[in-house]
């Protein structure tokens, strides 16, 4: 992502200029379908501050519109209820001239091209994950898990992200003295977690060296390993294998080179969890504007493409969808941005605010439509004995049987070498 330190002026420009309340026709076609007004009452409405919204829009499409905002172009009051609204008509396949050569320009960059190729791995560590570990830290829960949270039986956002971590956990058998590799392993949360309630060890490996770092310092005395590499240069064996949020920046032309991959990194009788995001449908090419500025060389899969590419590599022993969650995720994230902003804007500027805004509620109502799909696929070799019962938290987290393990008991053994003890 790129970070501006200039401050920029948003007030925008109140000379003279033609009507901004009666958008071009196409413009206006489309917002009617989902019942958006410019200069409306209602919070999804828009405010149009300058007229070169429209054509922004109309030449460059999500790109355009996305940039105007964060120029100040435009305002809206409730922009996950507007993305919703839009999303659920499925505005970006109505898009007419210039819009539309730029989205088959974009379509044809992604077929042509290994946008997340070995060369590009580290792209997006430098230009979305290093921005900075103070933004993370105030948005995020306490383990710093930037991923969907489960929230069927949470509360608050840190209940939430220590349900999904346990229910990982308990979905892939772990059991103390088993090895775990965890592929885009974040700022270590999760193998933490899964050290400290599981006595298991890891190996995470990050293309971000800011994580890197931190994951390090987060994890001191455990047994515990994170290496800065990418997934294809990866040797070894484990018995568990688990990759959170990491699938979206492998690209379709990589997926059967990922899936080969942690197939020889697996054991026969392991399991793998894949935990990412998913588009309802297959689409050619991610959103220009996240592509940009938020996840570089990014692409969500779909669910023909992720059957397609497990096919003859990895048996799917359960399919878990909790897309709505996300939206829940997102919301509580953004709310922590906002109230953390004061602080925030002494290293930030305006223009970060506002790319940060429309990237976390944008994305809201991208799941809230019910577009974006969360999914959790438990995966094993097909030399895997035994039947897979699939795993659901029930009833009350409370409830006796149901609620996270504590940590277990560490002790040292005369070699030094610190274990967990059930």
């Given amino acids: 992502m ?41 919070p999804w409405d828009i405010e149009v501050h300058h007229p070169r919204m429209y054509s ?33 008509v499925d505005v970006e396949t109505q898009v007419a001239g210039w819009a539309r050569v730029r989205l088959l320009v974009e379509a044809l960059r992604h077929r042509v091209l290994n946008l997340q190729a070995p060369h590009r791995a580290f792209q997006v560590g430098e230009r979305h994950y290093d921005v900075g570990n103070d933004v993370f830290e105030r948005m995020l829960d306490s383990r710093l898990i930037y991923s969907c949270a489960y929230w069927e039986h949470a509360r608050t956002l840190e209940e939430a992200q220590e349900h999904k971590l346990d229910m990982i956990c308990r979905k892939l058998r772990l059991q103390p003295g088993q090895t775990l590799l965890d592929v885009g392993c974040g700022w270590g949360g999760l193998a933490r977690f899964a050290a400290e309630r599981y006595g298991v060890s890891v190996l995470g490996i ?44 492998v690209g379709p032309k990589n997926y059967r080179v990922y899936f080969d991959r942690l197939r020889q990194l697996l ?13 309802h449908v297959t689409a050619a090419a991610t959103d220009a504007w996240i592509d940009r500025y938020v996840f570089p060389n990014g692409k969500l899969p779909s669910a023909r493409e992720l059957a397609q590419a497990l096919e003859g590599r990895f048996l799917i022993e359960d399919w878990h969808n909790f897309g709505n969650d996300y939206d829940r995720t997102l919301m509580a994230w953004w709310r922590n941005f906002e109230a953390a902003w004061p602080e925030l804007r002494e290293r930030y500027d305006a223009r970060f605010y506002r790319l ?63 274990v967990a003890s059930p």
Wanted: proline letters at 5%; glycine letters at 10%; one cysteine or more.
């Fill in 356 to 418: 940060w805004k429309y990237y976390l509620l944008s994305c809201a109502g991208f799941f809230r439509s019910r577009q974006g799909q969360l999914w959790q696929l438990v995966l094993a070799r097909r030399e895997r004995a035994g039947t897979y019962r699939s795993y659901r938290p029930q009833g009350d987290a409370q409830s006796p049987g149901n609620e996270c393990r504590p940590p277990l008991q560490r002790r040292t053994r005369q070699d030094g070498v610190t």
């Fill in 56 to 88: 922004r829009a109309l030449g460059q499409g999500t790109l355009g519109l996305g940039e105007s905002y964060v120029d100040g172009d435009w305002d809206c009051n409730a922009l996950d209820e507007l993305f919703t609204r839009l999303m659920r």
């Fill in 267 to 279: 054991a026969p009788e392991g399991l793998f969890l894949l935990h990412t995001i998913g588009n």
């Fill in 2 to 42: 790129v970070m501006t330190t200039q401050q920029a002026s948003l007030e925008p420009d109140r000379r003279q200029r033609p009507d901004v309340s009666r958008p071009p026709r196409s413009i206006g076609r489309l917002l009617e379908r989902a019942q958006v007004r410019v200069g409306g009452s209602q």
């Fill in 206 to 249: 990050t293309v971000s060296k800011e994580q890197l770092a931190l994951a390090r310092e987060r994890t001191r005395g455990l047994p515990v390993t994170f290496e800065l590499t990418d997934y294809r240069d990866l040797k070894g064996r484990f018995d568990c294998i688990v990759s959170v949020g990491m699938f979206e920046h």
